[in-house]
Structure formats: structure tokens, C-alpha cells
């Protein structure tokens, strides 16, 4: 069978409709491999996701809560990137950064925050994850949990089914780029055993069983007016137990604003802020009233900085509870890849703890079922 042949008749389930699943999705049906995503968000984006809000007059607001941009510095996925930029999906966001320390209430190193080539997806971070997942060959599934993930030996396929016992098809080859797959945390968020049996996999179970993640509130705020006293578009915090960084949503290219005064920020919560405040009220999704008082301690740590921030005209939290793998365990191969059950890990927490990282994991994996199937991968 020629390479065509074997990619056309190859049949790929990819789980987690992120960057690092849209790009691999997107890189496998591009060498006419039929692939079929599922994500159990409502559309793709994952840590590039963006939130719609309605306000009570009916204005709408568009908020990057996830990642607020990305940076490149592999020659591999910069070349990617430059795709992304002549399809007019990506473009740079200049714009000014700094660092804003909490205890002398200064703003400082402009210049070394400002220095690397900040990408934004345009009109959202989300509108790259959406663009792949509707290329041709791609068949995306959102609202579906993936529930279970049985290996037929004998017919040398993967057998899914939905998390309420939903058959989901046969597959010749599984890309899974959510880490909750095979980790117990997934058993905390729905009350169901992970996906994946470990059990079964003793070599992946030491590799990718419970990767331990950074996590992070973001607080979505718009105001009536521009910041006055804030001369940047983003910025880090130094010194603050509470924020880590802040930045302009409505600043970025290709975003519009109505009225064209008015401006939306994100504010990004400390890693060691979310850890306790999930130590208190549990891994699943949180209350109403607890994301109501995330929402108030973060804006009054920001009120507190000294820049003469008003109230705003819209405030709300969101939990990112997986917002950065604490390590990365694909090793030199960026991904973990089981040939004998045509099994590839894919995802930051392969590679890196960042957009880049995803897209590489995504290529590299990409790669290992381009190979087996005699296709020259061109990644």
C-alpha cells in the first residue's frame, strides 16, 4: 500500500480540542489522514480559550482568560506561526510591558518584557484552535467527554465511548492531548474513573498517571474608561500575593471595542493564591459565591496598587485549574508515543509549560504516526 493509501485509510481520534490537538488534527488530515476531535468544552481553544459575557444592556465583551498571548523561539514552530500569520489567524501584538512591583508601587524593566515578539489568534486567542479543527479532513466533536479508551488487541484499534456510555467509534490511532486522561483528577472533576487504565500500561502509568499542575483564577474586568496611571498594555507583578499579571485585552490587534473608549483587562491570579483557595473549596467547578469573592480579593489587590483603578463595569472570576503542568514528561521526544497500541501523549506537559510547547508536542506527535504510516511527515 502506497503512503497515500495508508494515510487515507488510517482513522485517528484526537482527545482535546486545545492547540496542542488542533495542530496535530490539523498537521494528520493535511496528509489525508481522517481524524475526528472531541472536546468537552463547548468550542475548541483549551489554555487559548476565549469567554463571551453579556453585560445587563446587551453589550457583549470578549475576554482571552487563558494564555494572553505567545512568544517562539523553535524554528519548527515559528515556521508554523508563519502559516498562521499570511492566513490572518495570528499577528503580533506590539504593545508595551513592563514589570509593576507591589511594594514600591513602580513600574520597571520595559524594555526586557517588551523584547520578545508577542503573537495573539485574531479576532481571539481562540480563533487559531478554531480555524484547524474546521480544516478540511477534520471532523470536530465538542460537548463530548471521552469516557472511556479500550485497546482491542485483536483488531489492533481503539474502542471510545462518552462519558454517559456513548459508543464513539473504532480507531486505528489515538492522540490524547488532555492530561486528565489516565490521572485520578479527572475522577475528582466528574466522579468517574480516568478514561485511560494504567493498569494496563505499565510503562505510560510512570510517565503521565498524575502530572502536578500550577493552577490560577483569572479575573475579567472591563471599565468605562482607559486606565489613566497605567502607561503599558501588560504587566508582571512583583511582590503581590495575590496577582501575577494583568493585561489590556482591548489592546490587541483585530479586537474591537464598543464604545471605543472603553477597555477589558485580565487579571491572572498567583499560583501559590489558587492553590490554597481550591485546598479550601475542592477540585470541581466552584460555586457562584466562591468565584464571587475571588473576583473581590483579586480587584481589591489591584485597587490597592496605587494606580487609581475605578470601579469597573463588569467583574468576573474564572478557575483555571490546569493552567501550568508543573513538569514535562515527553522527554528528548517532546510527546510519549506507544507503538505497539498506536498511543500518542501529546501537549504542554510534554514539552513546555507554554503555547510553543503544546504546538510542538503536537508536531512531534504528528510525526510518530506519520512514520508509521510511511508518510514523510514535513513537520
Excluded at 503580533?92 to 513592563?98: D, L, T, Y
Excluded at 463530548?144 to 473504532?170: E, N, Y
Amino acid at each position: 500500500m502506497s503512503s497515500a493509501a495508508a494515510s487515507a485509510a488510517a482513522n485517528v481520534a484526537v482527545i482535546g480540542g486545545g492547540i496542542s490537538g488542533a495542530v496535530c488534527a490539523s498537521l494528520l488530515a493535511a496528509r489525508g489522514v481522517a481524524v475526528t476531535l472531541f472536546d468537552s468544552g463547548r468550542g475548541a481553544g483549551g489554555r487559548m480559550a476565549q469567554r463571551r459575557e453579556v453585560m445587563e444592556d446587551g453589550t457583549e465583551l470578549r475576554f482571552d482568560h487563558g494564555a494572553p498571548y505567545f512568544t517562539v523561539t523553535n524554528d519548527e514552530v515559528a515556521r508554523v506561526v508563519s502559516g498562521w500569520e499570511a492566513r490572518g489567524i495570528v499577528a503580533e501584538w506590539k504593545a508595551m510591558f513592563a514589570c509593576f512591583d507591589r511594594a514600591t508601587g513602580k513600574f520597571t524593566d520595559f524594555e526586557k518584557e517588551g523584547s520578545a515578539k508577542k503573537y495573539v489568534g485574531v479576532p481571539g486567542m481562540n480563533s487559531i484552535c478554531k480555524s484547524l479543527c474546521s480544516e478540511d479532513g477534520v471532523v470536530a466533536k465538542f460537548g463530548v467527554t471521552v469516557g472511556k479508551m479500550d485497546w482491542l488487541q485483536d483488531r489492533s484499534s481503539w474502542s471510545l465511548a462518552s462519558l454517559d456510555g456513548k459508543d464513539l467509534g473504532h480507531f486505528d490511532y489515538v492522540v490524547a492531548t488532555d492530561k486528565n486522561v489516565a490521572s485520578p483528577r479527572f475522577s475528582g472533576l466528574t466522579g468517574r474513573p480516568p478514561p485511560l487504565d494504567l493498569s494496563l500500561f505499565p510503562r505510560l502509568s510512570v510517565m503521565v498517571q498524575d502530572i502536578p499542575v500550577h493552577p490560577c483564577f483569572a479575573l475579567m474586568v472591563a471599565f468605562s474608561e482607559p486606565l489613566a496611571m497605567v502607561p503599558v498594555n501588560g504587566f508582571s507583578f512583583n511582590n503581590s500575593d495575590y496577582l501575577s499579571r494583568a493585561y489590556c485585552d482591548t489592546s490587541k490587534p483585530g479586537r474591537s471595542c464598543v464604545p471605543p473608549n472603553r477597555q477589558s483587562w485580565v487579571l491572572h491570579s498567583t499560583t501559590e493564591y489558587a492553590s490554597k483557595v481550591i485546598d479550601t473549596i475542592g477540585p470541581r467547578k466552584p460555586s457562584a459565591d466562591a468565584l464571587a469573592k475571588v473576583a473581590e480579593e483579586l480587584f481589591r489587590e489591584f485597587q490597592a496598587a496605587g494606580l487609581n483603578i475605578p470601579q469597573p463595569i463588569f467583574m468576573k472570576a474564572h478557575r483555571w485549574g490546569s493552567a501550568f503542568p508543573a513538569i514535562a514528561v515527553g522527554g528528548d521526544d517532546k510527546c510519549v508515543w506507544d507503538k505497539s497500541t498506536k498511543l500518542a501523549i501529546c501537549g504542554d506537559f510534554c514539552a513546555s509549560p507554554s503555547v510553543e510547547g503544546a504546538v510542538l508536542s503536537a508536531m512531534r506527535g504528528a510525526s510518530k504516526i506519520l512514520g508509521c504510516l510511511n508518510c514523510p511527515s514535513g513537520l
